[in-house]
Structure formats: structure tokens, C-alpha cells
């Protein structure tokens, strides 16, 4: 079992910075895929990032690519997402989840693929 918290959200100018946090409970943290995806209302909910057990292999939508960069501490249990250039269609519910026993290496991108997801912190970028 695996819990995930997100933190870090919030309102912030096109332009700006953000870095959302998404602390696990669980034994199963440093062997598990992690990845980030968002979502606005009457859309799918998307990929946005993944890192794979390791921190070996990250891969990103091609949205975000060059802005956004993923990266996990498995001491903290903790995995990041650090937002820059942020822009207003940026603006989102952004969820963190986990892929357990993945030691492949390998990256997912399906949100069916993930076995563990968080609440949410929700991102707004202004104009």
C-alpha cells in the first residue's frame, strides 16, 4: 500500500515558478515509477512526467518539455516537479502517482498503468 500527498500548489503569473512535492508512505516507494499527470474539468486526465525507480529515466509531454523537470529523493520518499515558464493553459489539477514494482526502467504513460494516486493540489497561472 502506498499513500501519496502532493503539496506546492497554487496561483502564480505566466512567467513564474512552482514546485509541487509529493511525498509516499510505503516500503514500496524506491521501487516504484512516478509520475505526474493534470487535469482541467470535462478533459482526460494527462501525462505530464514520469521518473522511472532509479531516477535513471525521465521522459515528459512534449507540452512541458524544456519547462518542467522531475526529479525523487528515495531517502524522503519524496518525488518533485519543478515548474518554470509556467503558462496559463499550464493551469490544472496536478496528481502525483505511483507504479509499484517497476525496475524495468522503464517509463508509463497511461494513467491505467499506475496503481496508486494522490488528492491533487490544484496549479493556476494568470495572464
Known amino acids: 500500500q502506498v499513500q501519496l500527498v502532493e503539496s506546492g500548489g497554487g496561483l502564480v503569473q505566466a512567467g513564474g515558478s512552482l514546485r509541487l512535492s509529493c511525498a509516499a508512505s510505503g516500503r514500496t516507494f524506491s521501487s516504484s515509477v512516478m509520475g505526474w499527470f493534470r487535469q482541467v474539468p470535462g478533459k482526460e486526465r494527462g501525462f505530464v512526467a514520469a521518473?522511472?525507480?532509479?531516477?535513471?529515466?525521465?521522459d515528459y509531454a512534449n507540452s512541458v518539455k524544456g519547462r518542467f523537470t522531475i526529479s525523487r529523493d528515495n531517502a524522503k520518499n519524496t518525488v518533485y516537479l519543478q515548474m518554470n515558464s509556467l503558462k496559463p493553459e499550464d493551469t490544472a489539477v496536478y496528481y502525483c502517482?505511483?507504479?509499484?514494482?517497476?525496475?524495468?526502467?522503464?517509463?508509463?504513460?497511461?494513467?491505467?498503468?499506475?496503481?496508486?494516486w494522490g488528492q491533487g493540489t490544484q496549479v493556476t497561472v494568470s495572464s
Open positions: 521518473i522511472s525507480w532509479s531516477g535513471g529515466n525521465t
Open positions: 502517482a505511483a507504479k509499484t514494482g517497476a525496475y524495468s526502467g522503464n517509463i508509463y504513460y497511461i494513467r491505467y498503468d499506475y496503481d496508486y
